[in-house]
């Protein structure tokens, strides 16, 4: 149980185009889902925290603009990256918290490269 | 939440326990540790929690000191597998917040 999905697992797109990860709780609801970031050899960087049916909390430095998220459902949350740049290339990672309970648990990972 | 300390590295032969420790000097009564690892260009997978019992799953050990101030995750029978890095995390429960991830301890499992 306890499963968590990303799609796509990579993307490669053009400078100002815009790109939607989605990230899906499959064997739970999931009341409040986060969105992180990876640059090589760094550690995980929260960029967003999102509770279903209200508007997502971002944190400081991260443009609500240009990382737009829905979570309009118990199950999945979508993070779109506006106008990417190549400086937005990463490795994006969502995890969901079980409605009433503790432990959070991450997808695999979405890497977005681009040009 | 209150701040962890973990080796940057550790080194473990395939087959032997890996103890892998966590100083959390700080922490408060409300808090967990949580341990959760990240193989490369993975996602971070959950290990083990614990507030202050001793705990075990299919996974790891965690053995929590009686003050609380640090704790060991204890792979019994490491394998090639498990090398990763490890992330020590306090946070306080019900809290609604995000994990916050520090740098973590690299463990390397060697033949």
């Known amino acids: 149980g306890a499963v968590v999905s990303q799609h796509p697992s990579r993307v490669i797109c053009k400078s100002g185009t815009s790109v939607k990860i989605e990230c899906r709780s499959l064997d739970f609801q999931a009341t409040t889902m986060f969105w992180y970031r990876q640059f090589p050899k760094q550690s995980l960087m929260l960029m967003a925290t999102s509770n279903e049916g209200s508007k997502a909390t971002y944190e400081q430095g991260v443009e609500k603009d240009k990382f737009l998220i829905n979570h309009a459902s118990l199950t999945l949350s979508t993070l779109t990256v506006t106008s990417a740049h190549p400086e937005d290339s990463s490795f994006y990672i969502c995890s969901a918290r079980e409605t009433h309970k503790e432990t959070q648990y991450f997808g695999p990972g979405t890497r977005l490269l681009v040009l | ?111």
């Open chain 2, 1 to 111: 939440d209150a701040k962890t300390t973990q080796p940057p590295s550790m080194d473990c032969a395939e087959g032997r326990a890996a103890n892998l420790p966590c100083n959390h000097s700080t922490i408060s009564g409300n808090e967990y540790v949580y341990w959760y690892r990240q193989i490369h260009s993975q996602g971070p997978q959950y290990i083990i929690h614990g507030l202050k019992n001793n705990e075990t799953n299919e996974m790891a050990s965690l053995i929590i000191t009686e003050d609380r101030k640090s704790s060991t995750l204890i792979l019994p029978h490491a394998t090639l597998r498990d090398t990763a890095v490890y992330y020590c995390i306090v946070r306080a429960s019900n809290s609604g917040y995000a994990l916050n991830f520090g740098k973590g301890t690299s463990l390397l499992v060697t033949p």
